[in-house]
């Protein structure tokens, strides 16, 4: 929902930054890794004992997933680093879940849950980007929902900041999570 609707408030920094790396030299596909290797190391700082460095790598890991689709509008684009922007945000997702369970392995049933959402919902998401003819400013149409990325760091944080909290953080990530696979799966049934 951030995603779609608030944007516009952040896209001339994300335009900045990447106008900043394309003048360099860097193409889209290298902060796509970058932004990998950072946001898998919010799941080691925080294995660590340094969950505030873990908030900020996961931010910091946020923000160039944002510049380097910005990278790649501005360049030839590339189905294949569409692939690797896709697989490497879920990479990142899956390796969070994995340190909070190292960590705290009383919430893993409710971790699992969570795990099983997300599946779920990026299974109709990509499935309706796949068989979709609409096509959006991405490289397929995107389904907007409650639960975009950026809600998702929101619940990520705070799951990873407040540990006392854990088990109702990562309860209600999981419900957002399932209610917004439901909302694309109806929508999916209206726009084909």
Known sequence: MLDTHARKYVQPSIDKTASFFL????????????????GVSTSVFYVLGYPVLAVLMLWLSGFLDAVDGTMARHTKTSPFGTVM?????RVVEIAIIVAI??????VMFP???LSVSIVV???????VGAVSEKAGIKSFYYQAGVAE????FILFSIMLLFPDFLLWSTLLFFGVELFTGIQ?????????
Not at 85 to 89: A, N, Q
Not at 149 to 152: D, N, S, V
């Open 85 to 89: 922007d896709i697989t490497f945000d």
């Open 23 to 38: 003048n360099k030299g860097r193409t889209a596909n290298e902060i796509t890794i970058a932004a990998l290797i950072i």
């Open 101 to 106: 369970a190292y960590v705290h392995p009383e």
């Open 149 to 152: 990325r950026t809600e998702g």
């Open 184 to 192: 694309r799966f109806m929508e999916a049934k209206h726009i084909l």
């Open 121 to 127: 919902s990026m299974t109709i998401f990509l499935v």
């Open 111 to 113: 971790l699992l849950l």
